[in-house]
């Protein structure tokens, strides 16, 4: 990426950032909420349904089961650091412990607040594409504060387009359309594009995931009602 885009993409952020409360809680300009990402029709990678041979993963959780599709190819690492964690068995029984309703839940650190990797506790670092982006139902590793993936991950729960205003931007600075028509449709976050890591994407039970979004909250923004995660179960799609 050259110095120019990413300074763009830098400013961008900020505008987005200062714009995330009326963008996050707003209707989009249709005057109605998008498709919900399970049901959204786009060429994008996230929404074209998993074919044959797809890695998946399945959540089993007290709220409901939801299932997403894994993208290896892009995100190596934290394909291969999830999937060892949950072949492993280090998600089951752990709880969901951040809600924002209409942003993101998120889970993955364990009874003492703490995270870890297939690699004996070392972080990697995130991994960048053009195919992958912060839409709804997008399942991403989080960075800590120095910029590393662990075994924290969120599933993007956003239920409300994008103000015409920010696509606008988008489109000045040079976003690919298909990108800003998949925003437009889903809803997301693209602010957290080319900070975060985007590894999976929800295709079934997002309702699952909407449900736990609705989820009462104490001051720490975890669930007043613990939310455990049964297991998650890698499987090959067929």
């Not at 650091?81 to 752990?94: E, R, T």
């Not at 009874?111 to 709804?136: C, F, K, M, R, V």
């Not at 693209?190 to 989820?215: C, H, K, N, R």
Request: aromatic share 10%.
């Amino acid at each position: 990426m050259s110095g120019k885009c990413k300074k763009a993409l830098l400013a961008f952020g900020l505008a987005m950032a200062l714009c995330l409360a009326g963008c996050l809680g707003g209707a989009d300009s249709a005057g109605g909420g998008p498709a919900r990402p399970d049901h959204i029709e786009s060429a994008e990678l996230q929404f074209t349904h998993p074919a044959a041979g797809d890695t998946v993963a399945v959540f089993d959780t007290s709220a409901g089961v939801f299932r997403a599709v894994l993208f290896p190819q892009q995100a190596p690492q934290a394909c291969a650091n999830f999937i060892g964690l949950a072949q492993a068995g280090y998600y089951n029984g752990l709880t969901i412990t951040r809600v924002e309703a209409g942003f993101v839940v998120e889970a993955g650190q364990d009874a003492g607040g703490g995270a870890t990797t297939i690699w004996n506790g070392n972080g990697y670092p995130p991994e960048y594409t053009d195919q992958l982006h912060h839409y709804s139902g997008a399942l991403c590793a989080a960075m800590s504060e120095r910029g590393e993936g662990a075994s924290v991950f969120y599933v993007m729960q956003t239920a409300s387009g994008l103000e015409q205003e920010l696509l606008d931007q988008m489109a000045a600075q040079g976003w690919r359309q298909e990108i800003i028509d998949a925003y437009a449709a889903a809803g997301g976050a693209p602010y957290l594009d080319y900070t975060d890591t985007v590894f999976g994407q929800v295709y079934e039970g997002m309702e699952t995931v909407d449900a736990i979004g609705a989820a009462g909250v104490d001051e720490n923004q975890a669930p007043v009602e613990p939310i455990t995660i049964h297991s998650v179960t890698i499987e090959t799609y067929q």
